[in-house]
């Protein structure tokens, strides 16, 4: 078996079917409960991911500047059911990845903070929200490393 690539899934807050405000960390929590992570037709780097690969959940928090809170291994890949209406859904889901050995962390990762530590800090960090743009982000070993070890 191959060395497992790393990524970042990114979540952000959505709006219920009633109107009402879900935090990205209620989010995270259902999908992961659900063990189901949707991907869609635009999702960044869907082609790259691989049962075995390795990932960290980014949840996106105005207040914070968005943390790490989890970490799993991709398990496999299912095909949607048809007709079947899923609240996540912003475009059209291709398929969704299941996972294994999920790990909440007590202490979750500031990701803003831990920001200029990694390899593929922005030169303008002010606009450093633009690497988490498109659903799934590319890591390497080093900076997987560097938000496990902050995380626990």
Same mark, same amino acid.
């Given at each position: 078996?191959?060395?497992?690539?790393?990524?970042? *899934?990114? /979540?952000?807050?959505?709006?219920?079917?009633?109107?009402?405000?879900? @935090? &990205? =960390?209620?989010?995270?929590?259902? +999908?992961?409960?659900?063990?189901?992570?949707?991907?869609?037709?635009?999702?960044?780097?869907?082609?790259?991911?691989?049962?075995?690969?390795?990932?960290? *959940?980014? /949840?996106?928090?105005?207040?914070?500047?968005?943390?790490?809170?989890? @970490? &799993? =291994?991709?398990?496999?890949?299912? +095909?949607?059911?048809?007709?079947?209406?899923?609240?996540?859904?912003?475009?059209?889901?291709?398929?969704?990845?299941?996972?294994?050995?999920?790990?909440? *962390?007590?202490?979750?990762?500031?990701?803003?903070?831990?920001?200029?530590?990694? @390899?593929?800090?922005?030169?303008?960090?002010?606009?450093?929200?633009?690497?988490?743009?498109?659903?799934?982000?590319?890591?390497?070993?080093?900076?997987?490393?560097?938000?496990?070890?902050?995380?626990?």
């Amino acid at each position: 078996m191959s060395e497992p690539s790393y990524f970042i *899934f990114i /979540t952000m807050p959505q709006i219920a079917d009633t109107g009402s405000r879900i @935090s &990205a =960390q209620e989010v995270l929590q259902r +999908r992961l409960a659900e063990n189901r992570w949707a991907i869609y037709s635009n999702t960044r780097n869907k082609n790259r991911i691989q049962p075995g690969d390795k990932v960290v *959940f980014y /949840t996106s928090n105005n207040k914070t500047g968005g943390e790490i809170s989890a @970490s &799993a =291994q991709i398990k496999e890949f299912i +095909r949607p059911q048809k007709n079947k209406y899923y609240l996540e859904e912003h475009g059209v889901v291709e398929y969704f990845v299941s996972f294994k050995d999920i790990t909440f *962390f007590e202490r979750r990762a500031n990701f803003k903070n831990l920001l200029k530590s990694f @390899s593929f800090c922005p030169q303008n960090i002010q606009k450093w929200g633009v690497i988490l743009m498109g659903g799934i982000r590319e890591l390497n070993a080093a900076d997987y490393q560097i938000i496990i070890s902050n995380s626990s």
